[in-house]
């Protein structure tokens, strides 16, 4: 009977590793996707700081796949100094998920300023008949988050691009989608996105931040579940 129930807690605590590592690999995943999205809009917010959250939770969800496997081996071993070094680690990695989360917090606060700050001079240096980098990321968020200008399509014309081309329109990335015969005149607002890119931008990129502090606290959750398990099995 005690024999079963041993077997029985190891094969728990053998899950919850398992559990663990899928966590780890959601968290590594969610770091990636930070810093991918993040290379589509770095001209809108200049603070390389801002990927310090991400570069923190890939780096936590790498080491723990090596910890999990340490973790994995203390429980079929029964090894209780094995399983009470694992809680211990366990406890500064779940210091270090909080760290995520407030600096999650810290970067998500600063978003709208900075983007507020860079936004106007990225649309200054638009060029759309030799497009640069800057330009290319115009066009990509204009095409994605579907709006025009910073405000609204009537931004452009304050634009050097607008004043040089003389021909009353603006970028075909304003167009509509749905419109294959769309010019980008402004002589046919209704068939340019109405909507502003500053604030698409902003609520984009705080999303971003919030996947970030999600992942953190749903791991961190899952840390305090394991580690608990783990001190009690180490008694």
Not at 46 to 55: G, H, K, N
Not at 184 to 198: A, H, Q, V
Request: proline share 2%.
């Amino acid at each position: 009977m005690g024999q079963c129930g041993i077997t029985s807690s190891k094969t728990v605590l053998v899950f919850l590793n398992l559990i663990f590592w899928a966590a780890a690999g959601i968290l590594c995943y969610v770091g990636a996707y930070v810093f991918i999205t993040y290379d589509d809009y770095d001209h809108f917010f200049e603070d390389v700081y801002t990927l310090i959250p991400a570069v923190i939770i890939i780096a936590v969800g790498t080491l723990l796949f090596i910890i999990g496997l340490i973790g994995c081996c203390a429980t079929i071993r029964e090894s209780r100094c094995g399983l009470a070094t694992f809680v211990i680690i366990l406890l500064l990695v779940f210091i270090t998920e909080v760290v995520v989360v407030v600096l999650g917090y810290i970067y998500r606060a600063k978003v709208e300023d900075e983007v507020d700050h860079s936004i106007q001079k990225v649309y200054n240096g638009y060029n759309g008949t030799n497009p640069d980098a800057a330009s290319r990321a115009i066009d990509y968020v204009q095409r994605q988050l579907r709006c025009c200008g910073i405000h609204n399509y009537s931004d452009w014309e304050n634009t050097i691009w607008f004043k040089q081309t003389k021909n009353n329109s603006v970028p075909l990335s304003c167009c509509k989608a749905a419109l294959s015969n769309c010019t980008g005149s402004l002589t046919r607002p209704m068939d340019l996105y109405s909507e502003g890119c500053e604030a698409l931008v902003v609520k984009k990129l705080q999303e971003i931040m919030m996947y970030v502090i999600w992942a953190a606290l749903a791991f961190a959750a899952i840390q305090e579940l394991i580690r608990t398990k783990l001190r009690a099995a180490a008694k």
